[in-house]
């Protein structure tokens, strides 16, 4: 989990990803993937399940050293592969990565992807940050101003 905060920190500080604390990634650890170089992480990224056909791609990084070797399409595959497993069949994403994400499959919306009122009702429940970025409430938008919501629809699905 060090080597993970250590991708995601400077990220954090330079506004393109959401702080979390170091508590909320253990709790989270079992959604995340992480490349690895001789022993050292150099990539990661979590796929959360928001509802029975949803899931969200966060904390997609790969560190600088790595970058344009396919460290990031590896590890998106691999939570998109990990998403279908699950029985996911819409991803969506926050992104200030807008071709890479393109180059992957997913296509920008103009706002959250739809879902029935009584699932939205649901989703305000929670206490997840990155539900809240899914709903595009109010408390999230000066952490989200500037990124593009992108969605996929996984092969196979209805």
């Known amino acids: ?7 995601v920190d400077p990220l954090v500080a330079r506004g393109v990803l959401l702080a979390k604390e170091t508590v909320q990634l253990y709790e989270d650890v079992q959604e995340f993937w992480v490349a690895d170089d001789a022993g050292r992480v150099v990539g990661c990224g979590a796929v959360h399940v928001m509802w029975e056909d949803l899931a969200e791609v966060r904390t997609l990084v790969v560190d600088d050293a790595v970058r344009g070797r396919g460290v990031g399409g590896r ?9 279908a497993e699950l029985g996911v069949r819409r991803v969506f994403t926050l992104t200030f990565e807008v071709d890479f994400f393109r180059r ?9 992807p739809s879902v029935e009122p009584d699932v939205y009702a649901e989703l305000l429940r929670s206490f997840d940050v990155g539900v809240a970025e899914f709903l595009d409430l109010e408390q999230v938008k000066p952490n989200t101003l500037g990124n593009t919501r992108m969605l996929t629809v996984l092969p196979g699905a209805a």
């Open 104 to 112: 992957h499959g997913f296509e920008p919306i103009g706002e959250a």
């Open 75 to 83: 590890l998106l595959r691999r939570l998109l592969e990990t998403a």
């Open 1 to 7: 989990m060090r080597e993970i905060r250590a991708l």
